[in-house]
């Protein structure tokens, strides 16, 4: 069994595993994920490395990360298969063997029985532990996870190996539940990171309104990542001084200093803060859009979406938020122009200014408004390529329409309906230019509740 001798765990090494992820066909979001966990519990990440399925390659790589960090989070291989040998790897890196643990057994014999399977003697391999190594239950999953100690010529002679299993909806509470209690971050250095969102401003921009805040050499350090049109702003502060309650708190204090100087600046452009391991900027953006319309503050409360070129992303984006079912009715993919026209698109417009047009964004957002009896509702047809592009509507070229009925905020009620459009020339391939619609569709709806049509602010990529 592990003994409760206490390390610091100044640096953390990440190693992921698989031959899905060497052979490409995985993306690692685990290492992504861990890492923003790891920072945000003040311990630096050193280094990621990936290894496929193959024992002695497994072995050599913990043994080369348990010398270069005193920390090391593994994932992956912890299943039935034969593919799966990070419990060997770990025997063979600790010179241990493998025991079965009856506990182990038990457990996992009694959550096959509750969905009506027998424990099989493949399965049972899913019991064993290497013997000096301890179990780390997993309540979402057969594979339970390991910890255990490895020894290193590295200074600090002992390196805790965490293995969790690969299914990210695993992996992350079993961090949290088990992992992160066991963690000894420096107690003489204080990390803290925060993020916030920008929406709706070019980078160079942004860029040029933070001035001397994002200088290299500053202290919280304020560094920029574009991705989809949303802007993340990171606030790091990282500082020798003692990791103790006060010493977080004057942390806190400095990087709320920067945080607000930053949204002094930036205004309601800044749309979230949240730590290092917040939700991404477009998840964030669909679910303020989301809480501006339940709020009902500001205007309208239902939405409803006419999408022909995002073919119904625009839509997955809305209902992968959960709690969405309480402003957003649904909506209408007319791809094809007969189906344009059977919404209300009427064929004379198609006719005149094609599919791909601020008259038929309008006259699509329109109908969908009619059509749905929501309160505002949002409507993008666009060319997102490779093909179909032409001199005077190059690929990339998309018009988002955007009608609203009577309740907007300073519109009267019982007024007709409203509707506006606005042209963009989207950057990007097939994916980018989809993505980047959906995103500023959802910024057009966010502006135009938060300020009113006067307004709202040009946006990325208009034209
Ligand atoms: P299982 O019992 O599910 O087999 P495991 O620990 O053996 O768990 P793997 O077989 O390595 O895990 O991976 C199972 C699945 O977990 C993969 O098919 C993939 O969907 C996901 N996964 C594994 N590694 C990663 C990773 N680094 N990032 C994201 N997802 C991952
Ligand atoms: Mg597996």
């Given amino acids: 069994m592990v003994s409760s001798v206490q390390f610091v765990h100044d640096r953390a090494f990440i190693l992921s595993t698989g031959d899905e992820i060497m052979t490409g066909q995985l993306q690692d979001s685990n290492a992504r994920w861990l890492s923003a966990a790891l ?45 799966d040998l990070t419990r060997e ?38 019991a064993f532990r290497p013997s000096r190594a301890t179990a780390i239950p997993n309540a979402f999953g057969t594979a339970p996870g390991v910890h255990a100690r490895i020894q ?68 919280p350090l304020v560094g920029i990542t574009a991705s989809g049109g949303i802007l993340t702003l990171r606030i790091r502060y990282e500082a020798r001084e003692p990791n103790s309650p006060q010493g977080r708190a004057a942390a806190a204090a400095r990087v709320d200093a920067v945080e607000s100087e930053i949204r002094d600046r930036l205004g309601d452009h800044v749309m979230f803060t949240g730590a290092a391991g917040a939700i991404g900027g477009m998840d964030h953006l669909a679910r303020q859009v989301i809480e501006m319309l339940r709020s009902g503050s500001a205007g309208p409360r239902t939405l409803a979406v006419v999408e022909s070129c995002t073919g119904g992303m625009l839509g997955e984006m809305l209902t992968s938020i959960s709690g969405s079912s309480s402003v957003f009715v649904g909506g209408f993919i007319t791809y094809a122009n007969a189906l344009k026209e059977r919404v209300g698109v009427l064929p004379e417009t198609l006719a005149c200014f094609g599919a791909v047009s601020a008259q038929t964004a309008r006259e699509m ?4 408004l009619g059509r749905s009896g929501a309160d505002c509702c949002l409507a993008i047809t666009g060319i997102a390529g490779p093909d179909g592009g032409s001199d005077a509507k190059p690929v990339g070229t998309v018009h988002i329409g955007l009608a609203w009925g009577s309740s907007l905020r300073g519109a009267d009620i019982g007024s007709v309906p409203e509707v506006h459009s606005r042209h963009f020339l989207f950057t990007g391939d097939r994916a980018d230019v989809r993505c980047r619609a959906c995103v500023t569709a959802l910024a057009m709806l966010r502006f135009l509740v938060l300020r009113g049509e006067a307004s709202t602010p040009k946006l990325l990529w208009e034209v």
């Fill in 39 to 83: 920072i945000d519990e003040g311990i630096l990440v050193a280094e990621h490395g990936a290894v496929g399925d193959v024992e002695k390659d497994l072995c050599d790589a913990i043994l080369r990360a348990a010398a270069k960090a005193p920390l090391v989070i593994m994932s992956g291989g912890l299943g039935p298969t034969d593919g």
């Fill in 89 to 126: 790897a770990i025997c063979r890196a600790a010179d241990d063997q493998l025991v079965l643990d009856p506990k182990l057994r038990s457990e996992l014999a009694a959550m096959l029985a509750r969905r009506g399977r027998e424990l099989t003697p493949r399965q049972e391999r899913q």
């Fill in 152 to 219: 290193t010529q590295a200074p600090w002679g002992l390196t805790d190996v965490f293995c969790l299993p690969g299914p990210p909806g695993e992996l992350r509470p079993m961090f949290a539940a088990a992992v992160r209690p066991l963690l000894r971050p420096p107690q003489d250095r204080v990390v803290l990171t925060r993020l916030l969102h920008v929406v709706g401003m070019p980078e160079a921009e942004c860029v040029q309104k933070l001035g001397e805040l994002t200088k290299r050499d500053r202290v």
């Fill in 365 to 368: 957002a329109l109908a969908g």
